[in-house]
């Protein structure tokens, strides 16, 4: 089982759509938890982290069920901006440093 | 302006050549890392370095070779050992605190001629 799985997607949706992401991880112990966003040949960069109580930025929330051990991300009334490569990224507490963990991204593909 | 710059944007590499890519950062952050990035695959940790003159391997640290002389550089080599070297590879620092972001370059492609 992978550290981190996410469904690749594409997810194909019209502007203005509430779409969302989910993410599962495998360590139990893991404490820290991002989203990051990557568009096509270009670098991630970091959309949101991931708290307890769940957090929302404008037109993103993110959720955290540690019991079922996964992360979600809610993207609201989606702009063809949106269009991206979403990764789940989580840090397992068992390393002494920062080593994170990236899923292989979920495609979003936003249309007018 | 503060960031992270690598270069080259694209590098090709001859058969049996070792070829050197490029991270700086003035964030003034103490860690850095190296990722290679494969279609359909997360990003894979080689190296990492959490302060100058130290540096630790990652998972898939064969065929490649980095040094940390200065805080803000930290080349890696991929060296002709490393038979499948074509990959996108990101370059990425951070502070070295409890859930710190760690903050990527724009990446080099590398291509096998």
């Known amino acids: 089982r992978k550290e981190v799985e996410q469904d690749p997607g594409p997810f194909n949706v019209p502007e203005g759509a509430t779409v969302a992401f989910n993410c599962t991880y495998s360590n139990s112990a893991s404490q820290s938890f991002f989203w990051y966003r990557q568009d096509c040949r270009k670098e991630p960069k970091l959309l949101m982290s991931v708290y307890s109580s769940g957090n929302e930025d404008g037109r993103f929330t993110a959720q955290l069920n540690r019991a079922s051990q996964y992360i979600s991300l809610l993207i609201r009334d989606s702009k063809l901006s949106d269009s991206a490569t979403y990764l789940c990224v989580v840090k397992p507490m068992n390393t002494g440093f920062q080593k994170l963990v990236f899923g292989t991204g979920t495609r979003l593909l936003v249309s007018p | 302006d503060g960031g992270i710059t690598q270069s080259p944007k694209y590098l090709f590499r001859k058969e049996g050549q070792n070829v050197t890519l490029s991270c700086e950062q003035n964030?003034?952050?103490?860690?850095m890392y190296w990722y290679r990035q494969d279609p359909g695959q997360g990003l894979r940790l080689i190296y990492y370095s959490q302060i100058v003159n130290d540096f630790q391997k990652g998972d898939i640290a064969e065929g490649y070779s980095v040094s940390r002389e200065k805080k803000e550089s930290f080349p890696l080599t991929v060296t002709s050992a490393q038979k499948n070297p074509t990959a996108f590879y990101l370059c990425a620092s951070s502070y070295t605190g409890a859930g710190e972001t760690q903050y990527f370059g724009p990446g080099t492609r590398l291509l096998v001629l």
């Open positions: 964030l003034n952050h103490d860690a």
